[in-house]
């Protein structure tokens, strides 16, 4: 398996709290996103990264924030958490050297917002 | 925009018999097709790629995927089912923009019968 780790693996909050949640791998690989899973949606990007520093935007990323100071690292905050912002978060990572290469997942953060 | 549909919520099989999950892909350009499942409280796992080639990829775990360019389709399939197949399979296509991130459908759970 692929060198992943996300944590928390669960975690409850309230609304308008702040939450992170922390990507960590252990392959040096270059690419890392974010997605979230609902029922009846599959999996939808957040976010993504191409390098240390280097983030930009998915398909759902409105009151999603990240940063990756490091490679190894890529986290995902919530600023003010909401109750449509409860799911299963997984991160993925991808080598580089050709684009075609699959993503390997972590095993999800569930997050619920109360 | 690429993107893939999975028409079928739950397929149910009894044990033994040949499989297929449905996949349907629309896309511009050439195609970049994959399969993950997932099990209970588990991230995905990669089970196959189509990126060209032969047009029958064999994967992980005895699955197969048959790729079909005039009906636009890339199923699933195993020729003997087991109980331990049952889980939740994700066909997804990747994304030309966005650090080649992938789309998925929605997912189909595959139950299999003793």
């Known amino acids: 398996d692929a060198g992943i780790t996300q944590s928390p693996r669960h975690k409850v909050t309230e609304t308008g709290t702040p939450v992170t949640l922390r990507c960590h791998q252990t392959?040096?690989?270059?690419?890392m996103y974010w997605y979230r899973q609902d029922p009846g949606h599959g999996l939808r990007l957040i976010h993504y990264?191409?390098?240390?520093?280097?983030?930009d935007k998915g398909e759902v990323s409105d009151g999603y924030s990240v940063s990756r100071s490091k490679t190894e690292d890529f986290l995902l905050t919530l600023e003010s958490a909401t109750s449509s912002q409860t799911s299963v978060y997984f991160c993925?990572?991808?080598?580089?050297?050709?684009?075609?290469?699959?993503?390997?997942f972590g095993d999800g953060t569930r997050l619920s917002i109360l | 925009a690429q993107s893939v549909a999975q028409p079928e919520d739950q397929v149910n099989v009894a044990e033994g018999n040949p499989l297929t999950v449905k996949c349907t892909y629309s896309?511009?350009?050439?195609?970049?097709l994959f399969w993950y499942v997932q099990y209970p409280n588990r991230g995905l796992q990669f089970l196959l790629k189509y990126i060209t080639g032969d047009n029958l990829v064999k994967g992980s775990y005895g699955f197969e995927a048959e790729f079909n360019k005039s009906q636009t389709s890339f199923h699933l399939k195993k020729p003997s089912a087991l109980v331990s197949d049952s889980a939740l399979y994700f066909c997804?296509?990747?994304?030309?923009?966005?650090?080649?991130?992938?789309?998925f459908g929605k997912g189909t759970s595959l139950l299999v019968t003793p």
């Open positions: 896309v511009s350009g050439n195609p970049y």
């Open positions: 990264s191409y390098g240390v520093k280097d983030t």
């Open positions: 392959e040096n690989h270059r690419y």
């Open positions: 997804a296509v990747r994304d030309g923009n966005s650090g080649y991130a992938l789309n």
């Open positions: 993925a990572i991808r080598g580089s050297g050709t684009e075609n290469q699959p993503q390997h």
